[in-house]
Nanobody, 127 residues
Framework: QVQLVESGGGLVQAGGSLRLSCAASGRSFSTYVMGWFRQAPGKEREFVARITWSGGFTAYADSVKGRFTISRDNAKNTVYLQMNSLKPEDTAVYCC????????????????????WGQGTQVTVSS
């Protein structure tokens, strides 16, 4: 099992930036993909971004492409989500998750393939 702890959320004005961090511990060596998901009030959880642990290959939801950047520091077992040009619609609880099993690029966008989840960090963007 992998333990994940997010940090870096907060309140920011529209157009501002935040950087989220996700620190992994435990059996992190078994991780294949790390993902960020978010859930806004009254909405289903949705995919935001993902990165493969070894090769660093990334993918993004269309709604954040060009504004968000996912990266990882293998030495620190930490994944980051740099969020720029934030919009009020980005307001949500952001969670990181780890996946141990390889799959297709479509699989990596689905939350049911991720086995371990952090508790989430709140991001609020004011207009």
């Amino acid at each position: 099992q992998v333990q994940l702890v997010e940090s870096g959320g907060g309140l920011v004005q529209a157009g501002g930036s935040l950087r989220l961090s996700c620190a992994a511990s435990g059996r992190s060596f078994s991780t294949y993909v790390m993902g960020w998901f978010r859930q806004a009030p009254g909405k289903e959880r949705e995919f935001v971004a993902r990165i493969t642990w070894s090769g660093g290959f990334t993918a993004y939801a269309d709604s954040v492409k060009g504004r968000f950047t996912i990266s990882r520091d293998n030495a620190k077992n930490t994944v980051y989500l740099q969020m720029n040009s934030l919009k009020p619609e980005d307001t949500a609880v952001y969670c990181c998750a780890s996946r141990a099993v390889p799959g297709t690029i479509y699989d990596y966008m689905k939350e049911n393939g991720y086995s371990d989840w952090g508790q989430g960090t709140q991001v609020t963007v004011s207009s």
